[in-house]
């Protein structure tokens, strides 16, 4: 999909916990990482912004149903803020294979989506297999393999700014690089 002009894409990895989202300024009809930004919940009080990533709390909340509706307006502000808005926001859609809370994953992600028509933002969803194809070339990428093809790419180690003490990829992490290649593999489909 291309665009003329100055503008900014989203790709967002929605969920409950730790949704991230990569906010893009395309430039001559390409993404590239350096005219990225990055938002993302803390999971810990330690993480902070740094850089393009910049860190938020987990918004109060005491139902579900205000949770979904806090989570989504931290989204509309976060994509509101580019010049206006964003012009076409990516979405991973769901995971099939997903156990757990999925109706209330559901529900999450159908108060995101109503919010996203409700503010007249463009949305396309993008299968996690195409993600995970399009930034690794294996549709069944795991969380390192994901972390490792961002790392080489961007020389920016989340990991050790995020999550040190961890022995494997985690949350935000592993969210903020499934964010940055959703919005690339939205912007390139």
């Known amino acids: 999909m291309?665009?003329?002009?100055?503008?900014?894409?989203?790709?967002?990895?929605?969920?409950?916990?730790?949704?991230a989202?990569?906010?893009a300024e395309v430039l001559d009809n390409n993404i590239k990482f350096q005219d990225c930004r990055f938002h993302y919940i803390k999971q810990t009080k330690s993480q902070d912004s740094f850089e393009e990533f910049n860190a938020y709390e987990y918004p109060k909340y005491s139902s579900e149903i205000e949770r979904y509706i806090a989570l989504a307006d931290w989204t509309i502000e976060v994509i509101r803020w580019y010049n206006g808005r964003v012009e076409c926001v990516y979405i991973e859609d769901y995971a099939f294979a997903a156990t757990g809370r999925v109706f209330n994953i559901a529900e999450n992600m159908g108060v995101l989506k109503y919010r996203l028509q409700k503010e007249k933002f463009k949305y396309v969803t993008i299968p996690p297999t195409v993600v995970k194809k399009h930034a690794?070339?294996?549709g069944n990428a795991n969380k390192e393999l994901m972390?490792?093809?961002f790392l080489a790419e961007t020389e920016v180690d989340l990991k050790e700014?995020?999550?040190?003490?961890?022995?494997s990829i985690t949350n935000p992490v592993s969210d903020i690089v499934d964010?940055?290649?959703i919005c690339r593999t939205g912007f390139y489909s």
């Open 179 to 181: 964010a940055y290649y």
């Open 161 to 167: 700014e995020l999550t040190p003490r961890s022995t």
């Open 2 to 19: 291309g665009y003329s002009g100055m503008t900014w894409v989203a790709g967002i990895d929605y969920s409950l916990t730790s949704p």
């Open 21 to 23: 989202i990569c906010v």
């Open 147 to 149: 972390y490792n093809t």
């Open 136 to 138: 690794t070339g294996k």
